[in-house]
């Protein structure tokens, strides 16, 4: 007897796993064409999902047209190209694949960016197909070498260095398929990408600060190799210079050469350092609200309070309302990432002849940054 299996990647739609499953399973050939797919009572039982989820998956492979039903028989899988049967027939909508490769699906702000994706591609009838690199480089490749071996619509892609050497992405601008990068862009390429003010939200933040009197700003959080992060670094000098304030290299920590296993570990441990060298601050930028997290722990441990010692401040704003003290933060909207990305992609799909070359210093890439806002809440106080 097969026993329930469990989804790892919770901030995903469970159904979108499942039906990953699935599509998965009939291209390695476990589902020939014409075979009946599972009913929704066995999904129920060996995923461990609920009816909803299970009709769900089903109705999509139907609607999506890599199944077909018989009423009273159940689900059986269309004539598509896969390994087992030999098949030589494609499918329409078996080639209306957009895949997503993004380093961390788990992420707070997957279910939103999701969703905005899909509002777009649903629509149109394409497939969304969701990969996680898990930040390895090697798995990443890995995974756009597939992109370049099975027929796709368009990539959307989340690279997890800004260093790294993607000329996969060239061959595939070469076969005509559009590639939109997102979260971290490419410096040495040229792209269309799609992300965050991320520079102007942190100058703002600090601004705020500044504001308020605080002048002793302490910035807190590693991952200067990510463009965004390397631009939240920058929003934080130019707006102690806009101010007049030199930047202390005593109150930047930035990169080291510790791993952590989480963001609040870092921001835990690494303020709990600083601590130790009793130098005199006022508050911290940290560069995610989940470091800042780690910052309140470790301040509490140590008795100072927040906001009446030490003010802080974070990026994202996913969860930052529901700390002890509520968090003010830089936020994004992860939505509308994914919105204006799939919009930008269709674009390109619907009109190749516009595809960037991907080499640098060509201007036909779209550069999409969308704008954040200060959520003021508790964790700031005005000093003199």
């Given amino acids: 007897m097969e026993t329930t299996q469990q989804f790892k990647l919770i901030s995903i739609p469970k159904y979108y796993q499942l039906k990953q499953i699935i599509l ?11 075979t009946k797919l599972p009913s929704e009572i066995e999904l129920i039982q060996k995923y461990g999902v609920s009816s909803i989820t299970a009709r769900r998956v089903r109705h999509e492979l139907v609607r999506e047209g890599v199944a077909y039903s018989i009423q009273g028989k159940g689900c059986f899988v269309k004539g598509i190209n896969n390994k087992k049967n030999g098949s030589s027939e494609k499918g329409k909508q078996y080639t209306r694949r957009i895949v997503f490769i993004m380093p961390d699906a788990s992420v707070e702000y997957s279910n939103k960016l999701i969703q905005g994706l899909l509002d777009i591609t649903q629509p149109k009838g394409y497939r969304l197909e969701i990969y996680n690199s898990d930040d390895d480089y090697t798995k990443e490749t890995k995974l756009l070498s597939k992109c370049l071996e099975e027929p796709i619509s368009g990539l959307i892609f989340n690279p997890i260095t800004a260093d790294g050497k993607y000329n996969h992405l060239f061959q595939l601008q070469k076969k005509g398929i559009p ?32 504001k308020m009197g605080h002048r002793k700003i302490v910035y807190l959080g590693g991952g200067l190799h990510l463009t965004g992060i390397r631009a939240r670094f920058e929003g934080y000098i130019l707006a102690l210079k806009k101010n007049r304030i030199n930047p202390d290299p005593d109150l930047i920590l930035t990169d080291n050469k510790k791993i952590y296993n989480s963001s609040e570990e870092e921001g835990y441990q ?115």
Avoid: C
């Fill in 270 to 384: 690494r303020i709990k350092e600083f601590l130790k060298k009793n130098l005199k601050f006022t508050a911290v930028f940290a560069k995610d609200d989940m470091v800042a997290f780690g910052v309140l722990k470790a301040l509490k441990e140590k008795n100072i309070k927040v906001p009446d010692d030490v003010s802080i401040i974070g990026f994202d704003d996913f969860i930052s309302q529901y700390f002890e003290v509520p968090l003010t933060t830089v936020k994004q909207e992860p939505y509308y990432r994914g919105y204006y990305t799939a919009k930008l992609l269709m674009k390109r799909i619907e009109n190749p002849d516009s595809l960037p070359s991907g080499i640098k210093g060509s201007n036909s890439s779209e550069k999409i940054l969308l704008p954040t806002k200060l959520v003021i809440r508790d964790s700031v106080k005005k000093i003199k």
């Fill in 24 to 34: 998965q399973e009939i291209k390695d050939g476990k589902y020939s064409a014409d």
């Fill in 179 to 210: 590639v939109i990068l997102m979260g971290n862009d490419l410096p040495n390429y040229n792209f269309d990408f799609v992300g965050i003010d991320e520079k102007k939200g942190v100058k703002k933040a600090i601004s705020y600060l500044i």
